[in-house]
T-cell receptor
Framework: GAVVSQHPSWVICKSGTSVKIECRSL??????MFWYRQFPKQSLMLMAT?????????EQGVEKDKFLINHASLTLSTLTVTSAHPEDSSFYIC?????????????FGSGTQLSVL | AQKITQTQPGMFVQEKEAVTLDCTYD???????LFWYKQPSSGEMIFLIY??????QNATEGRYSLNFQKARKSANLVISASQLGDSAMYFC?????????????FGTGTRLQVFP
């Protein structure tokens, strides 16, 4: 089946530094990828929709200058948390679907646990 | 307004018994999709089952079935013959639109615990 690879699985960084998270579709092309954030014992909150070759679409309340998304190819989207602070500590998870197939499920990466000290 | 509502924060079920996890949704779209995902403690999201708004038959996938009641806007997940490995968080999700370029919105989840 289709696989989405997400790296790193976990990262610890100092406050003020930037962290990049990669999301790759391994065996299919994904024109659209989605980035979610999940706090402990809570649901997945959609942060943004990443579109290949164009700007990402951010959900209301998500700072686009803080969470930079780049979708430079049909198999790779990156999320960069800029100038990270402890409140950015969370579980970040990406998802992708095979291009424009009706009724298709989304495939999820394994997630990245970010801890900002 | 909440698009997806899961009113059961936690559920307990005995091994080999069936359990129903509730999900209601709100949309004015005619075309939409409903999904259930399982999230074990490892954090991965595991797809369980999908129901399209135009599907007349309830979806089934092995031990999982989706009780789709369109007029009531409910999409409950039924797990038959529960197993210890079914203990996890379960999320109901809705896509407004039918393509996977349409965003998927999740409910708050239900934690299922299966006991021997």
């Amino acid at each position: 089946g289709a696989v989405v690879s997400q790296h790193p699985s976990w990262v610890i960084c100092k406050s003020g530094t930037s962290v990049k998270i990669e999301c790759r579709s391994l065996d299919f092309q994904a024109t659209t990828m989605f980035w979610y954030r999940q706090f402990p014992k809570q649901s997945l909150m959609l942060m943004a929709t990443s579109n290949e070759g164009s700007k990402a679409t951010y959900e209301q309340g998500v700072e686009k200058d803080k969470f930079l998304i780049n979708h430079a190819s049909l198999t790779l989207s990156t999320l960069t948390v800029t100038s990270a602070h402890p409140e950015d500590s969370s579980f970040y998870i990406c998802s992708a679907g095979r291009a424009n197939l009706e009724g298709e499920k989304l495939f999820f990466g394994s997630g990245t646990q970010l801890s900002v000290l | 307004a909440q698009k997806i509502t899961q009113t059961q924060p936690g559920m307990f079920v005995q091994e080999k018994e069936a359990v129903t996890l509730d999900c209601t949704y709100d949309t004015s779209d005619q075309s939409y999709g409903l999904f259930w995902y399982k999230q074990p403690s490892s954090g991965e999201m595991i797809f369980l089952i999908y129901q399209g708004s135009y599907d007349e038959q309830n979806a089934t996938e092995g031990r999982y079935s989706l009780n789709f009641q369109k007029a009531r806007k409910s999409a409950n997940l039924v797990i038959s013959a529960s197993q210890l490995g079914d203990s996890a968080m379960y999320f109901c999700a809705m896509r407004e639109g039918v393509y996977n370029t349409d965003k998927l919105i999740f409910g708050t989840g239900t934690r299922l615990q299966v006991f021997p």
